[in-house]
Antibody
Framework: QVHLQQWGAGLLKPSETLSLTCAVS????????WNWIRQSPGKGLEWIGE???????NYNPSLKSRVTISVDTSKNQFSLQVTSVTAADTAVYYC??????????????WGQGTLVTISS | DIVMTQSPDSLAVSLGERATINCRSS????????????LAWYQQKPGQPPKLLIY???TRESGVPDRFSGSGSGTDFTLSISSLQAEDVAVYYC?????????FGQGTKVEI
């Protein structure tokens, strides 16, 4: 059974760096693209970016300058960092499995979500 | 970015009745080389992540009840729930994966 378990800090101050990690089990990690998606009342569901086991990444252009997605294949984990956060980055962040195909970005398994609040 | 617009924002349907949700994309999401519409539908219940229901506009994900169906092509799509059950109360989202970045509709809340 595919399972995504995510964790990370839930409360940050403006200008700090958001860090989240997602551990994947029950599936061949190398076969799929692994994604971060966030959900906020103001912007709805927003795709942040994806990574393959090779380390190849693609990012949403709107966030690209502040986002880094990395992978640890030895642990079947991938991580998200967002620098210089503001209140606009307050959201529930999800990790999610994409497909095995390039640029076929739909999401069939999701982590449980992490509420990240940015407040001074 | 491709903008996805859903209608209505919310609807109330009686148990056993049909629910219909519309989704319109600002650009065509039909890929001519494989004749596939790059359009998915999700269901989200409170406190849970979205659940994939339908992809390629009309293919049900494994385990999804057949009362859920998707239709449409190009820029106009529909999600139908043929006989609404209590457990179908949720917010439903369409998502295009034709362009980068993939984008979602604003959601449609279905209530009894």
């Amino acid at each position: 059974q595919v399972h995504l378990q995510q964790w990370g800090a839930g409360l940050l101050k403006p200008s700090e760096t958001l860090s989240l990690t997602c551990a994947v089990s029950g599936v061949s990690f190398s076969d799929y693209y692994w994604n971060w998606i966030r959900q906020s009342p103001g912007k709805g569901l927003e795709w942040i970016g994806e990574i393959k086991h090779s380390g190849s990444t693609n990012y949403n252009p709107s966030l690209k300058s502040r986002v880094t997605i990395s992978v640890d294949t030895s642990k079947n984990q991938f991580s998200l960092q967002v620098t210089s956060v503001t209140a606009a980055d307050t959201a529930v962040y999800y990790c999610a499995r994409g497909t095995s195909a390039i640029a076929v970005r739909r999401f069939d398994y999701w982590g449980q979500g992490t509420l990240v609040t940015i407040s001074s | 970015d491709i903008v996805m617009t859903q209608s209505p924002d919310s609807l109330a349907v009686s148990l056993g009745e049909r629910a219909t949700i519309n989704c319109r994309s600002s650009q065509n999401v039909l890929y001519s080389s494989n004749n596939q519409n790059y359009l998915a539908w999700y269901q989200q219940k409170p406190g849970q992540p979205p659940k994939l229901l339908i992809y390629w506009a009309s293919t049900r994900e494994s385990g999804v009840p057949d009362r859920f169906s998707g239709s449409g092509s190009g820029t106009d799509f529909t999600l139908s729930i043929s006989s609404l059950q209590a457990e179908d109360v949720a917010v439903y989202y369409c998502q295009q994966y034709y362009g980068t970045p993939p984008t979602f509709g604003q959601g449609t809340k279905v209530e009894i």
